[in-house]
């Protein structure tokens, strides 16, 4: 079966803590991206990456860091987690970039709720 | 960023009744997709347009992008409570390589 599969999907932690979202995918996808989701403020990007060893910075990269070293995984790392960062965090893949989205469009993991206390 | 505004926020109504979202810009987009996104999932495609003053037909789902590609809009027809979910807007432009995310709006349909 197709998917993005995220781990873990809940995630509790302390300030400091340095943590990491792993997100997969199996339908051999160039490019991924994560998104924060937070009430009001709807899916805002963090990083994206077009191609293996190719990352690019989303609009609130701040706190994150992200590698693609293989073509399925992309996990997110926050170094020093810190309570803004309480959010519901989401990856996704695509066939092609967003530009070319009309064939190829973004097919989401489940999600990873994480809370910084 | 582009910035895409939903309206409304939210949206509470019958079944059987009709509704329309609205997804406005003052940008200009190359192409426009809709998602809907139930609880404890993440986001799924429902579907994407292109061309200025295109109108898509999903079964009950009409889905309209403006002449000007600034706007978009999702009519539900006898709306049920399994279009129960929240439904967000996104878009892309020629000098971005991000899809940009509206609000959303949170819809509830009552039985």
């Known amino acids: 079966e197709a998917q993005v599969t995220q781990n873990p999907r809940y995630l509790i932690t302390v300030t400091g803590k340095k943590l990491t979202v792993t997100c997969s995918q199996n339908?051999?996808?160039?490019?991924m991206s994560w998104y924060r989701q937070d009430p009001g403020l709807g899916l805002r990007q963090i990083y994206y990456?077009?191609?293996?060893?190719?990352?690019d910075k989303g609009d609130v990269p701040e706190g994150y860091k992200v590698s693609r070293k293989e073509k399925r995984n992309f996990p997110l790392i926050l170094e020093s987690p810190s309570p803004n960062q309480t959010s519901l965090y989401f990856c996704?893949?695509?066939?092609?970039?967003?530009?070319?989205?009309?064939?190829?469009?973004?097919?989401f993991g489940n999600g990873t709720r994480l809370t910084v206390t | 960023t582009q910035l895409l505004e939903q309206s409304p926020q939210f949206l509470s109504i019958q079944e059987g009744e009709n509704l329309t979202v609205y997804c406005n810009s003052s940008?200009?987009?190359?192409?426009l997709q809709w998602y809907r996104q139930e609880p404890g999932e993440g986001p799924v495609l429902l579907v994407t347009v292109v061309t200025g003053g295109e109108v898509k037909k999903l079964k009950r789902l009409t889905f309209q992008f403006g002449d000007a590609r600034k706007d978009s809009s999702l009519h539900i027809t006898a709306a049920q409570p399994g279009d129960t979910g929240l439904y967000l807007c996104a878009g892309t432009s020629g000098s971005a390589r991000q899809l940009t995310f509206g609000s959303g709006t949170q819809l509830t349909v009552l039985p």
């Open positions: 339908m051999n996808h160039e490019y």
């Open positions: 940008s200009v987009f190359s192409s």
């Open positions: 990456s077009m191609n293996v060893e190719v990352t």
């Open positions: 996704a893949s695509s066939f092609g970039t967003p530009m070319s989205s009309y064939n190829s469009p973004l097919h």
